[in-house]
């Protein structure tokens, strides 16, 4: 059974940091591209990050390139997202996903993934 459980999330002040997992199995990790999207409450699910299992290249959507940094720890089965100077703008519930490659997450709708989470919230107090 595909499972992917995602930590971390909480309340943070404005500027402040916070550090997601997501921990991955029933699938093979390195075969797949791991994402994190957020939907805040009223709006759209949009991407965030991904990075690629198999190169480690990475994508990262414009409002968060600078502030949020993706990893992946293979030994581990478990993709991390580091979030700094976190803005109330950031306030979301955080998902992570899995599909083939970078580019397919990036070509694909943001609700269309293979594997998705089930979300863990991230509240950004101002």
């Known amino acids: 059974e595909v499972q992917l459980v995602e930590s971390g999330g909480g309340l943070v002040q404005a500027g402040g940091s916070l550090r997601l997992s997501c921990a991955a199995s029933?699938?093979?990790?390195?075969?797949?591209?791991i994402g994190w999207f957020r939907q805040a409450p009223g709006k759209e699910r949009e991407g965030v990050s991904c990075?690629?299992?198999?190169?480690?290249?990475?994508y990262y959507a414009d409002s968060v390139k600078g502030r949020f940094t993706i990893s992946s720890d293979n030994a581990k089965n478990t993709v991390y997202l580091q979030m700094n100077s976190l803005k109330p703008e950031d306030t979301a519930v955080y998902y992570c996903?899995?599909?083939?490659?970078?580019?397919?997450?990036?070509?694909?709708?943001?609700?269309?993934?293979?594997?998705w989470g089930k979300g863990t919230l991230v509240t950004v107090s101002s």
């Open positions: 996903a899995a599909d083939m490659t970078i580019a397919t997450m990036v070509g694909k709708s943001p609700y269309g993934m293979d594997y």
């Open positions: 990075i690629s299992s198999s190169d480690g290249s990475t």
């Open positions: 029933g699938f093979t990790f390195d075969d797949y591209a």
